[in-house]
């Protein structure tokens, strides 16, 4: 196990909601990445918090947000939700962004459906 | 731009058979770093190993070994003897060094099944 949790395992949610993910970093990391799986396919880099802030961003709508928190742990919102954002959500945490030995642990994701 | 392809989307071994994954690469950022995961059933990605762009010797653990051809933008894993508990997708991924960020960037993934 990496020491990354996430909250929660399953959700159902339905077209036009809203919902939070929730992901812990592993112990002394400062850097959680959030990627989105579809089914069948590689992760998708969404964005990246570093102390606190957003340090580099994929290419997914605003209604994609996030935030991290004192604690290194983080949040990843999505409004509006939209069939397409079915998918396996999984949280990395590493070290400062840009280190040569940075690698990121994954999270055991969140499996989101929206019907 | 960075990309992965990896074009097997499916394997199917008997057990002790040994298989190579297949991974080819883009990208324009001339240091970067190579990694594969393991993706079992389960869900969560698990970091197999990395490797550095200036660093091409081949790398052994145990029934793993990794391929790194820089002039041919390939990075292929081989699993010798496999055993059934080596099913899972395999992922190959690519991040640039000294980037502000640490994106990684996946290729679609291999679905390995290893049969008794």
């Known amino acids: 196990e990496t020491g990354v949790t996430q909250s929660p395992t399953h959700l159902i949610k339905t077209r036009g909601q809203q919902v939070t993910l929730r992901c812990s970093s592993q112990s002394g990391h400062n850097t959680v990445s959030w990627y989105q799986q579809a089914l069948g396919q590689g992760p998708q880099f969404i964005f990246q918090?570093?102390?606190?802030?957003?340090?580099g961003r994929g290419n997914f709508p605003p209604r994609f947000s996030g935030l991290q928190f004192p604690n290194y742990s983080s949040e990843l919102n999505v409004n509006a939700l939209e069939l397409d954002d079915s998918a396996l959500y999984l949280c990395?945490?590493?070290?400062?962004?840009?280190?040569?030995?940075?690698?990121?642990?994954f999270g055991p994701g969140t499996r989101l459906t929206v019907l | 731009a960075q990309k992965v392809t990896q074009a097997q989307t499916e394997i199917s071994v008997v057990e002790k058979e040994d298989v190579t994954l297949d991974c080819v690469y883009e990208t324009r950022d001339t240091t970067y770093y190579l990694f594969w995961y393991k993706q079992p059933p389960s869900g969560e990605l698990v970091f197999l190993i990395r490797r550095n762009s200036f660093d091409e010797q081949n790398e052994i653990s145990g029934r793993y070994s990794w391929n790194f051809q820089k002039s041919t933008s390939s990075f292929n894993f081989t699993i010798t003897a496999s055993q059934v508990v080596d099913s899972a997708v395999y992922f190959c991924a690519l991040r640039p060094l000294g980037t502000s960020g640490s994106r990684l960037t996946f290729g679609e993934g291999t679905q390995l099944t290893v049969n008794p």
């Open positions: 990395a945490s590493s070290l400062i962004p840009g280190r040569k030995n940075n690698e990121q642990f």
């Open positions: 918090y570093y102390r606190e802030e957003e340090n």
